[in-house]
């Protein structure tokens, strides 16, 4: 044990790989058991250290160390696998994986003794001491998949993943485990007789198993909305559509020898991956805020509904000739097609439409579902209303609104090219003119709204041939300026809501009134992030906010139930995000104003002031929030008065 803690400190990590390489051979069964959990948790870095940089080391950059690894690791003759093969012949060789770092879900259910499917592989599960215990392939298995969900602290993924290498052990694993149009490999040679394991080709479809379980089983898992970052999801869901596009060309692609086992295999795996994928999808969608980084996630759908794409050379759209050979697919996903697309149809309705990337987005889901053989079959298999799925395309309700939307957003960028073109802007004419033209006019701005403002017309005519919604001059006749009345009303709270005319005219930017004025309609914990805030900073404040309301909710409790001066200068710090506020939870900290532009820029200007003229900025932020409290105290005498 101490010569592999030795190794397992040399750099670089060519060299440590090239050690391991002679020392693993040479350990007895004996010891190669006892130094894998330390093998394993320096790999991925689990042991407070930096680990073997699996998710930063590019094959561009770190050449040398990036090959040492992956033959190390590869499942074809590295060193480690035969490492592990020794161990799966030694019955005696298991692991202990815990509970915790399972799913929410399969941790409860394995807690009440009762087994979900991907576990019934393993060869025990401990209730008493919450742990699983497995053989040394489901055990590296285990830790591969658990470290693109739950990294150790430090852990940055890059923005290409595409030669990074873990990316690269994933797509290798999935070639020699989940080979396309072969089979899969035999491992009898690995598997003893009295193994608790059936089949002699279990590694395969236990790797699935692992792979569908940690990476795509979101039962249960409403605390990743806290617990997770919005940067890791990302990075997840980059590595889940490589897995997706990978499994359907497994399941899919025609093998030109037959195999029982094999096919039996697939059968199994296509249900599992169905049923998880949904359930991933599905989860995300709803909880996915409205940033851009939503495009990975719809590229992961799209790549899911269109298995056609990967099954062949020459990958090509569903055509009259094929569609008969995908029927059983779209029956057997139709919620994949409606739930999903209503939900994409919802969420751009609310999201800022006009934006070159929710518009291009937008323009590839049409696309898609506008295939007149995939649309017919959807419409079909939709009327039947026998699979328990949201009818969006008999109803339409997503379609109308979201077409509403696009009027609206149609007319705005209308205006905006129309005031921005120099041909048709009078006010150009002259002297003055022209050099205001030269000096501030943008042709590529101009451009990218006219492309912007084409592709909307194109999307509304889409929507409308589509669902077969009526024009009713919607893209071309329909003005903000043409609604009347108020652009808000207020509640019982004296905040100010906007009405749908409001709504309309906030849009096509013809409301006058500041929109901080108004109250948005949700958790104001939660509100969308603004133009005028740091988003990082928004999102470490909220986690923060969380964490200290928790240790002083009877002080928050206690000011804004109070009256008085005290309660004037904290009442914008204390927001209440539940009607009871008895309730757990039910006021929070509001740290949200520092993380405003505003804040940041007077803060750095009081620190730059400060540090010119010799005075302790304490000092000086000492006085502001003595004039603060004194301000508020005037005008509670005042009110009350």
Not at 107 to 114: F, N, Q
Not at 118 to 126: A, H, M, Q, S
Not at 317 to 325: A, G, H, K, L, Y
Not at 527 to 533: D, F, L, M, Q, V
Request: glycine residues 4%; neutral net charge; contains cysteine.
């Amino acid at each position: 044990m101490d010569n592999i803690a030795h190794v397992l400190k040399q750099e670089p990590l060519s060299v440590r790989c090239q050690m391991l390489s002679d020392m693993l051979p040479m350990l007895p069964i004996r010891q190669l058991h006892l130094c894998l959990p330390q093998l394993l948790s320096n790999i991925f870095g689990y042991d407070n250290t930096p680990g073997w940089r699996l998710s930063s080391l590019h094959s561009k950059f770190h050449p040398t160390d990036f090959k040492a690894i992956r033959s190390f690791l590869k499942p074809n003759g590295g060193c480690l696998f035969k490492a592990l093969q020794c161990l799966e012949c030694d019955n005696s060789s298991h692991f202990l994986f815990p509970f915790s770092a399972l799913p929410p879900n399969s941790a409860a259910l394995l807690i009440e003794h009762a087994i979900p499917p991907p576990y019934r592989l393993f060869v025990n599960v401990d209730t008493d001491n919450k742990e699983l215990s497995m053989t040394a392939f489901h055990y590296y298995f285990m830790y591969l998949t658990y470290f693109l969900v739950h990294p150790p602290a430090g852990v940055v993924w890059p923005a290409d993943l595409a030669d990074v290498l873990y990316t690269q052990l994933v797509d290798d694993y999935l070639n020699y485990f989940l080979p396309p149009g072969n089979s899969i490999p035999n491992s009898s040679n690995l598997q003893p007789i009295n193994r608790f394991i059936p089949s002699p080709h279990s590694l395969s479809q236990a790797f699935a198993e692992i792979m569908f379980e940690m990476w795509l089983n979101q039962r249960g898992n409403e605390l990743n909305k806290v617990t997770l970052s919005i940067d890791q999801t990302i990075s997840q869901v980059r590595i889940i559509r490589m897995l997706v596009k990978h499994t359907h060309r497994f399941i899919y692609t025609p093998r030109l020898v037959k195999d029982r086992v094999t096919e039996e295999i697939v059968g199994y795996i296509s249900s599992t991956f169905q049923t998880n994928t949904f359930e991933f999808l599905t989860y995300h969608f709803t909880t996915w805020p409205l940033i851009s980084s939503f495009r990975g996630l719809m590229e992961t759908w799209l790549s899911y509904i269109q298995p056609w794409r990967y099954t062949s050379i020459v990958p090509g759209p569903v055509t009259e000739d094929n569609i008969s050979e995908w029927q059983v697919f779209i029956r057997d996903n139709l919620s994949v097609y409606c739930n999903l697309l209503d939900r994409c149809l919802r969420r751009m309705s609310h999201s800022l439409i006009c934006s070159g990337k929710n518009v291009s987005l937008l323009s590839r889901v049409l696309k898609v579902y506008s295939s007149p053989p995939l649309l017919r079959t959807i419409c079909e298999l939709e009327k039947t209303n026998s699979y328990n799925i949201v009818c969006v395309f008999t109803e339409g309700e997503a379609a109308q609104e979201l077409l509403d939307k696009l009027s609206i957003e149609i007319v705005h960028l209308e205006n905006q090219v129309s005031q921005n073109d120099p041909n048709k802007n009078e006010s150009s004419a002259g002297l003055f003119g022209w050099l205001s033209e030269g000096l501030w006019s943008n042709p590529d701005q101009l451009d990218a709204q006219q492309k912007t403002l084409d592709t909307l017309r194109s999307s509304a005519t889409q929507l409308q041939n589509m669902f077969y919604i009526q024009p009713n001059n919607h893209v071309t006749s329909t003005s903000p300026n043409q609604n009347t009345g108020p652009d808000y009303v207020l509640d019982s709270l004296n905040r100010r809501r906007l009405t749908p005319q409001g709504r309309e005219r906030m849009i096509a930017g013809t409301l006058q009134r500041n929109i901080r004025d108004i109250t948005a309609d949700c958790n104001p914990a939660l509100r969308p992030i603004c133009s005028y805030e740091n988003p990082h900073l928004v999102r470490y404040l909220y986690k923060l906010s969380l964490s200290l309301s928790r240790r002083v909710s009877k002080q928050l409790r206690v000011v804004h139930l109070s009256r008085g001066p005290v309660q004037t200068v904290l009442k914008p710090f204390v927001i209440q995000v539940k009607e009871d506020i008895s309730e757990e939870g039910a006021l929070l900290l509001n740290l949200r104003p520092v993380a405003s532009y505003r804040f940041i820029f007077y803060t750095a200007l009081i620190l730059l002031l400060s540090y010119l003229s010799g005075v302790n900025p304490l000092v000086i932020f000492a006085y502001l929030g003595l004039a603060v409290a004194a301000g508020a105290l005037a005008s509670s005498i005042i009110t009350s008065v």
